[in-house]
């Protein structure tokens, strides 16, 4: 029975460790990868705020979306109370402050619209036309849910070697909880790619195909790995629980094919054996005795 529960044990840690999968990895503004590109976001790298005003007779409502594609924004300084500072790990953050003649400014909203740490970072998006980059990505990122509604954000992201990385993107619109701008740079551009687009850093094309392949084949064997390891996992728990509760089975005879499984490491040096017998064989061809 302590065989069997730990047998079982094994094999549902196994499961779930595959579910689970690994800890999502940091999102890398120089080295961002999409659609077998890679682009360096890093110029992007600062807290931009963005400001808008309205006429609130008798007040005036300022409302500042304040962003950073790249890492989590700055914490406000000591000097701002508390419940006025945007919530810590935010990407992109909402302010919605009050004026008033000859009245301190009041602070009557404050919230992430991305981020806050306890989603995954951003992911890039973007729709590949044959073997030229794209020239226009997505920046998106979730943020909490407030009275129901989740707010995201979502950046458009285009191509243009015109502009500069020191501007500033444009709100396009705040639709059901989703935060639009976009925003036209250099960094946008690939660094590798045809002979038309390449390159909002520059770079060498060929070595950045050989890293995209080495990419691609990295994530082939990752997946055949994960699906390898998925698939015994579940053979094992299945195995387990069929010989518990159906065969009626104890101890070791509950794992699946056990006679297999004995016999499986002499299998493996018999097949070592016979490749190494037929290399030596092969190595020797072509030679005869004088």
């Keep these: ?7 079982a044990v094994a094999a549902v840690a196994a499961v779930a ?3 689970l999968g690994r800890p999502a990895a940091a999102f890398d503004c120089k080295k961002a990868q999409v659609a077998g590109f890679t682009y360096d976001l890093g ?17 005036v409502t300022e409302t500042t979306y304040t962003l950073n594609l ?17 919530p810590a790990g935010a990407w992109v953050c909402r302010t919605v402050t009050n004026f008033k003649k000859d009245e301190k400014p009041r602070v009557v909203e404050v919230g992430a619209l991305a981020g806050t740490g306890s989603h995954d970072g951003p992911t890039l998006e973007a729709q590949a036309s044959g073997s030229d980059a794209p020239k226009q990505l997505h ?6 849910t407030i009275e129901g509604v989740e707010w995201s954000t ?16 444009k709100l396009t619109g705040l639709k059901a909880g989703v935060l639009e701008l976009e925003w036209s740079v250099p960094a946008a551009c690939a660094l590798s790619g045809d002979s038309d687009g390449g390159g909002g850093s520059g770079g060498d094309g060929g070595e950045d195909g050989d890293n995209r392949d080495k990419g691609s084949s990295g994530g082939i064997l990752s997946t055949v790995t994960t699906i390898a390891f998925f698939s015994f996992a579940l053979y094992l728990v299945v195995g387990v629980m069929y010989k518990f509760l159906v065969v009626r089975a104890r101890g070791l005879d509950v794992v699946p094919n056990l006679a297999f499984w004995r ?18 064989n092969r190595r020797h061809a ?3 005795v004088v």
Aim: proline share 10%.
């Design 1 to 7: 029975m302590r065989i069997f529960r730990m047998w």
């Design 139 to 144: 920046w998106k990122m979730v943020g909490p």
């Design 263 to 280: 016999e499986f490491p002499y299998l493996c040096t018999d097949f070592a054996q016979h490749v190494w017998s037929m290399v030596g």
């Design 286 to 288: 072509g030679y005869s």
């Design 43 to 59: 110029p992007l790298a600062r807290d931009i705020a963005l400001a808008s005003n309205a006429t609130t007779p008798p007040t």
């Design 70 to 86: 790249c890492g989590p924004l700055a914490a406000a300084p000591d000097s701002t109370p508390a419940i006025d500072r945007c």
């Design 154 to 169: 979502d950046i458009t992201l285009v191509c243009d070697k015109g502009a500069k990385n020191e501007g500033q993107p």
């Design 17 to 19: 460790a595959v579910a």
